[in-house]
């Protein structure tokens, strides 16, 4: 059994930049993907990011180049660094494992 615990969101003005973090309770080496979903009001969670344990990534159209998601093993936590964030990134933004697991979220709201 792995639990899940996202921290790091907040608010953040247009352009700024935040670091989520998903660390487990348990191992993630033996899990095989990592991912970042998000969920705006209204709307339908969505893949923002992924990772394969041997670190290949994958990402939304609408976040690459602004996003990078990383994963440490050994801290059994997994990373989205956001930057140049838009108000079309405000979300609930929600970590899973192998999509067999997930965390409760965490808000992230973008406006000035």
């Known amino acids: 059994q792995v639990q899940l615990v996202e921290s790091g969101g907040g608010l953040v003005q247009p352009g700024g930049s935040l670091r989520l973090s998903c660390a487990a309770s348990?191992?993630?080496?033996?899990?095989?993907?990592m991912g970042w979903y998000r969920q705006a009001p209204g709307k339908q969670r969505e893949l923002v990011a992924r990772?394969?344990?041997?670190?290949?990534?994958s990402y939304a159209d609408s976040v690459k180049g602004r996003f990078t998601i990383s994963r440490d093993n050994a801290k059994n936590t997994v990373y989205l660094q956001m930057n140049s964030l838009k108000p079309e990134d405000t979300a609930v933004y929600y970590c899973?494992?192998?999509?067999?697991?997930w965390g409760q979220g965490t808000h992230v709201t973008v406006s000035s």
């Open positions: 990772i394969t344990r041997g670190g290949y990534t």
């Open positions: 899973t494992a192998d999509w067999d697991y």
């Open positions: 348990g191992s993630i080496v033996s899990i095989n993907i």
